[in-house]
Nanobody
Framework: NVPLVQSGGGSVQAGGSLRLACEVS????MAWFRQAPGKEREGVAR????????GYADAVKGRFTISQDEDRKTVYLQMNNLVPEDSGTYYC?????????????????WGQGTQVSVSS
């Protein structure tokens, strides 16, 4: 599979905001995962391409927003009120099938990963 192209990320202080973007189209389900050093990759948010239905992990609910642009070629993850525990490598992923909570095993197409660092 051709890797998805990600952009965004960086370093901010706690309470700050960042936005991630992922160029993706032609899939039914798009998602963001993250992985902190020494920890397993975990699902953060998911969006269905056609309905726009979303799902969020409890740790980010109310602070993160997943969205897609009108032509459904880019998926975003807006991250507000960031905390140090949000630090890690963030990956976008795409699949023709996914459930909630999202499972790593359902995704075969991934972005290259982007670093997010939140300092206290």
């Amino acid at each position: 599979n051709v890797p998805l192209v990600q952009s965004g990320g960086g370093s901010v202080q706690a309470g700050g905001s960042l936005r991630l973007a992922c160029e993706v189209s032609g899939f039914r389900c798009m998602a963001w995962f993250r992985q902190a050093p020494g920890k397993e990759r975990e699902g953060v948010a998911r969006i269905y391409a056609h309905s726009g239905g979303t799902g969020y992990a409890d740790a980010v609910k109310g602070r993160f927003t997943i969205s897609q642009d009108e032509d459904r070629k880019t998926v975003y993850l807006q991250m507000n009120n960031l905390v140090p525990e949000d630090s890690g490598t963030y990956y976008c992923a795409a699949s023709d099938f996914c459930i909630w909570p999202i499972r790593l095993s359902d995704f075969r197409t991934w972005g290259q990963g982007t670093q997010v660092s939140v300092s206290s």
